[in-house]
């Protein structure tokens, strides 16, 4: 065989240096690499509606005071006659009529809701005290918050609904007027959109290892709280999408529930997407009286050593994402409760990268937001929607 001079073959070889990379640089901008669906989150605490720490508080202060049994309980159902009242006046028929028209302009695919409370009453059981056992329904807050978007015209579907803390009390005034016990069932709620085109292959749901529990005249009242999950298909993308709230009266408690989510529910094979009310501020170095982390350790946990990346700032500022707190009434005359940044929309990829963010939201932190016949808003606290990309 002629064999070719060896500048002929220098030629071709730096030809075919130049030519082959412009080929497949020409073949790679003509089927660019799919960006993946992009998906729309959101978190929501929808607020159940009072301070339930007011009951607790009032009994544990006649226990310290030396009050005899008798008296601590009285002291547990006259607080919790004032905290079912403020329920009454917090007026979640009203509250859900806002939130499922935030929910219906923001459409997002998953929302995770928080504080589902569920408020039942019955007959006044003064030798069942801290028995839930209450059957007559006073509020349902997912049933109304449902109703109320389908009648918006956006339907949702609750895919997993996980039962929290349990809890009842006596409840009466201090003249013994409008005996009762009170039952408060609360709630964390994942919903689907009902016309989105996700397919759920997988959910559970869990209750923490760690809850706080009071003792009140012998009696335990645990205040239980957990995390649920999802997998779901998204065209060619799957994706894990998970819901908390953590403990608010203990860093402590809330830190050990965050380390069980991130060990319990991030997955091994695709992106996981967290949303929480995390009750821990970023920013709050403060330590409570019970605690011995402060109350940033969460998501310093969360955003450190569990891989998780805080999502709302891919997108804006931290100052931009305020969604706590208002008063317990929510009839705040202006948005200046809003001063701290409590719900969060996390995510781990398992390459270590943040999700690209195509656009982002606060709701419910306008004062247009309220209900212009009450000055009710729709919670306590403000939402975060998120719309994601890059399973």
């Known amino acids: 065989m002629r064999r070719l001079p060896t500048r002929a073959v220098l030629a071709a070889a730096a030809a075919a240096l130049v030519v082959v990379p412009m080929a497949a640089a020409t073949a790679a901008q003509a089927t660019p690499e799919p960006p993946g669906k992009p998906i729309t989150v ?62 219906a302009t923001a459409k997002p695919d998953l929302v995770g809701l928080q504080e589902v409370a569920l408020w039942r009453s019955g007959p006044l059981e003064l030798n069942k005290v801290g028995v839930p056992n209450a059957t007559a329904v006073d509020y349902d ?24 803390a349990d809890v009842e009390s006596p409840s009466f005034t201090a ?30 749901d869990q209750l923490f290892a760690h809850n706080l529990k009071v003792e009140i005249s012998g009696v335990t009242m645990n205040f239980s709280r957990g995390y649920q999950w999802v997998d779901v298909r998204a065209g060619g993308s799957s994706f894990r999408f998970v819901n908390s709230h953590f403990e608010a009266f203990s860093s402590n408690l809330a830190l050990a529930q965050g380390m069980q989510v991130a060990a319990e529910a991030t997955a091994t094979d695709r992106t996981t997407v967290f949303v929480c009310d995390c009750n821990s501020d ?8 019970q605690d011995t982390v402060p109350h940033k350790a969460p998501y310093d946990f969360l955003t450190g050593p569990a891989g998780y990346t805080d999502q709302w700032l891919e997108w804006a500022p931290a100052e931009q994402g305020w969604t706590s707190g208002l008063s317990e009434r929510v009839n705040d005359a202006s948005a200046a409760g809003f001063d701290h940044r409590i719900d969060m929309v996390f995510a781990h990829t398992l390459d270590g990268r943040p999700l690209d963010v195509d656009r982002g939201f606060i709701t419910g932190n306008q004062v247009t937001d309220r209900d212009p016949a009450t000055g009710l808003w729709p919670s306590d606290h403000a939402g975060v929607v998120l719309r994601l990309r890059g399973w």
């Not at 601590?72 to 028929?93: E, G, M, S």
């Not at 807050?141 to 997993?160: I, K, Q």
């Open 175 to 204: 003249t013994m007027g409008n005996p009762r016990d009170v039952r408060l069932t609360m709630h964390d709620v994942i919903l689907k959109r009902a016309t989105n085109a996700l397919t759920v292959t997988g959910e559970h």
């Open 282 to 289: 970023p920013l709050l170095d403060r330590v409570k009286p």
């Open 42 to 103: 959101m978190t929501r605490n929808i607020y159940l509606g009072a301070d339930i720490n007011r009951p607790v508080e009032a009994a544990l202060a006649a226990q310290a005071q030396g009050k005899t049994p008798q008296e601590v309980v009285a002291a547990l159902a006259i607080a919790t006659d004032q905290t079912r009242r403020i329920v009454d006046a917090t007026n979640f028929p009203v509250r859900s009529k806002l939130l499922a028209r935030e929910i």
């Open 141 to 164: 807050f997912l049933a109304t918050l449902l109703a109320d978007l389908r009648a918006a015209g956006t339907p949702y579907v609750a895919e997993v609904v996980g039962e929290r």
